[in-house]
């Protein structure tokens, strides 16, 4: 399974474009780059899912270089309630010759917003 | 709401009892997920099911606990003889599982306390 590093935190303030870089060195062929965010109490929430270049959907963008290993998460002009921590997972969910591969979760990166 | 449903929400217990919990996945989801997550911590993943087939468990799946997915439907989670370091947020996730990256959707939650 491919092992991810992510910063632990970042701060950052309002209306502000953060990016959050995760380095997946050995990710495999078949394996999506998956970002979550998740607040005190809840589940994941899932943001964006990406394979290669640039993916961008109505609350994020996700960068991926050519080698593909390492993303990076945009979230442009963050507000108060972007605190939360942001996990970047490598991995398929997808059977192949009988066996099943599970997303891993690192330590994430604790976003804080300030005013 | 057609998301992933987990209950209950809240549990608390007495070491040695045994508790269950329930997901009901995103309805259409073949494949169904459970992780463990303990504060200032990513979830761990437990196990995880395609359709009624339990495909996957890791090694912190201890004989004292047991999921089952009877009819591919809903899963429930059970935890025998429960342990204080038992204590901890019981995640279970759903997917459509056909092999395109295959984003898994997480429940809320449900947090266990053993006293």
């Known amino acids: 399974l491919a092992k991810t590093t992510q910063p632990i935190s970042m701060d950052s303030y309002e209306g502000q474009e953060v990016n959050i870089t995760c380095s997946h060195n050995?990710?495999?062929?078949?394996?999506?780059i998956t970002w979550y965010q998740q607040f005190p109490s809840q589940g994941p929430r899932f943001i964006i899912q990406?394979?290669?270049t640039k993916v961008t959907n109505e609350v994020a963008s996700l960068f991926i270089p050519a080698d593909r290993k390492s993303s990076t998460l945009s979230l442009p002009r963050v507000s108060l309630s972007d605190t939360a921590v942001y996990y970047c997972?490598?991995?398929?969910?997808?059977?192949?010759?009988?066996?099943?591969?599970?997303?891993?979760f690192g330590s994430g990166t604790q976003l804080t917003v300030l005013p | 709401d057609t998301g992933v449903s987990q209950n209950p929400r809240h549990k608390i217990t007495k070491r040695g009892q045994n508790v269950t919990f329930r997901c009901d996945p995103i309805?259409?989801?073949?494949?169904l997920y459970w992780y463990r997550q303990t504060l200032g911590q990513g979830p761990e993943f437990l196990t995880y099911?395609?359709?009624?087939?339990?495909?996957?468990k890791s090694r912190l799946l201890s004989d004292r606990f047991s999921a089952e997915r009877p009819k591919g439907s809903f899963s429930t989670l059970e935890i025998q003889r429960t342990e204080q370091g038992d204590s901890a947020m019981y995640l279970c996730?759903?997917?459509?599982?056909?092999?395109?990256?295959?984003?898994?959707?997480f429940g809320e939650g449900s947090w266990l306390t053993v006293v």
């Open positions: 309805s259409e989801h073949n494949r």
């Open positions: 990406g394979y290669k």
């Open positions: 099911f395609q359709n009624e087939a339990q495909l996957e």
């Open positions: 996730a759903s997917s459509l599982g056909d092999g395109s990256g295959n984003t898994i959707y």
């Open positions: 997972l490598v991995g398929v969910d997808f059977i192949s010759s009988g066996s099943a591969r599970q997303l891993t």
């Open positions: 050995n990710i495999a062929t078949n394996d999506y």
